[in-house]
């Protein structure tokens, strides 16, 4: 079997900083460089309407949002499948199927569900679709057959229900699906890209984030804005880079040629920390470095945008021929479900054969 990669985005706004060191930039490297297979990237809108079920013009309108941040960060629609979750029916089959397996406390000790169930204040009034969501995704991985899931650290352990589910309906029904692994971020930076307020993790609700389509003077706002020490109140006093969200971004994102190009009085980052630890270094002067690397990184990104927005119906094209692949291949491993479950009666010669004995005697 190969390998093969399963990964997506919910489309309720548009795509920023900490998805593209969470998993955009890396889905690019995956992507060029020959190791995988077969890549699908979803657009989860089916997902996404688990929470905005009374605002389904807002998804409407973050499709193409989500795809235009994908073409413009590199995704290759000739090198991978992108397509629409809510244009596979088949997914929704199988998570029926899975929810036999997955019982009621186990989804309630699930941290991620725990958390974004805070976040969203659904403490009282649970939506069950929000609730059941590692079923869903763990029906979105399985019916690719993805051998690994490309994600940030706080998807940990919807990975781990959905392999879970995996074993549990092998264990019942034979050898069928298959376990996928994480792929986690190679830079602990962008395990958790911080918001620009320093107080979360990016996130479009609450209003700390990059976005990639952001422009020049949209990031630049943002990062002179940023959260940094709030015990370095003047240039002489020594400052500290731990918690500090400017420092944060430059682990993410800074790389040694940086320097020569934008900043040669130092040679490494190393060199930059110690300057601002022990005193004598403003907090302007790092932020304007910090948004010159952004700006270079964002630039091509920007552009690229614009060239697939003079085209929309290509885009459209994209998407929809993405879907029907990507159903195709989802309705293989539904088949193999329901034979494996022995619900394929009308494909089963055998029990029609043994009926047909059985009642004539």
Same mark, same amino acid.
């Given at each position: ?263 040669? +009085? #130092?040679?490494?980052?190393? !060199? $930059?920390? *110690?300057?601002?630890? &022990?005193?004598?270094? @403003? ?60 619900? +394929? #009666?009308?494909?089963?010669? !055998? $029990?029609? *054969?043994?009926?047909? &004995?059985?009642?004539? @005697?």
């Amino acid at each position: 079997m190969g390998k093969i990669i399963l990964t997506g985005d919910r489309p309720t706004g548009r795509l920023h900083l900490g998805h593209f060191v969470g998993s955009l930039r890396r889905r690019v490297e995956l992507q060029n460089s020959g190791l995988f297979d077969k890549i699908f990237i979803m657009i989860a809108d089916a997902q996404a309407l688990t929470d905005n079920a009374d605002n389904p013009e807002k998804i409407r309108q973050n499709i193409i949002e989500v795809a235009l941040d994908y073409l413009a960060c590199g995704i290759d629609p000739t090198k991978s499948t992108i397509f629409i979750q809510s244009q596979v029916a088949e997914l929704c089959e199988l998570a029926f199927y899975y929810m036999n397996l997955v019982t009621v406390s186990r989804l309630q000790r699930n941290p991620t569900v725990k958390t974004e169930i805070q976040m969203r204040n659904f403490e009282t009034s649970i939506p069950v679709g929000f609730f059941t969501y590692p079923i869903s995704q763990a029906s979105d991985i399985t019916a690719f057959r993805a051998t690994t899931v490309p994600a940030g650290e706080d998807q940990q352990p919807m990975i781990e229900q959905a392999r879970e589910i995996v074993r549990r309906f092998n264990g019942i029904y034979g050898d069928t699906l298959v376990e996928p692994e994480i792929l986690l971020p190679d830079n602990a930076a962008c395990m958790r890209l911080p918001g620009t307020d320093g107080k979360a993790k990016m996130s479009k609700s609450l209003g700390n984030c990059i976005y990639l389509s952001d422009t020049s003077e949209e990031v630049r706002k943002r990062v002179m804005s940023m959260y940094t020490d709030p015990d370095h109140i003047r240039v002489e006093d020594p400052g500290k880079v731990e918690g500090n969200t400017v420092f944060t971004y430059l682990d993410a994102f800074c790389r040694p040629e940086h320097f020569a190009q934008y900043w040669p +009085d #130092y040679s490494s980052l190393d !060199e $930059l920390k *110690a300057h601002y630890m &022990r005193g004598g270094l @403003g907090d302007v002067k790092v932020k304007k470095f910090l948004y010159a690397i952004l700006e270079e990184l964002l630039t091509p990104i920007r552009e690229r945008r614009k060239e697939w927005e003079k085209d929309i119906p290509a885009v459209f094209d994209i998407l929809k021929r993405g879907s029907e692949a990507a159903r195709e291949v989802a309705a293989s491993t539904l088949a193999d479900v329901r034979r494996a479950m022995r619900i +394929d #009666y009308f494909d089963d010669a !055998e $029990l029609i *054969a043994e009926q047909s &004995r059985k009642f004539q @005697g």
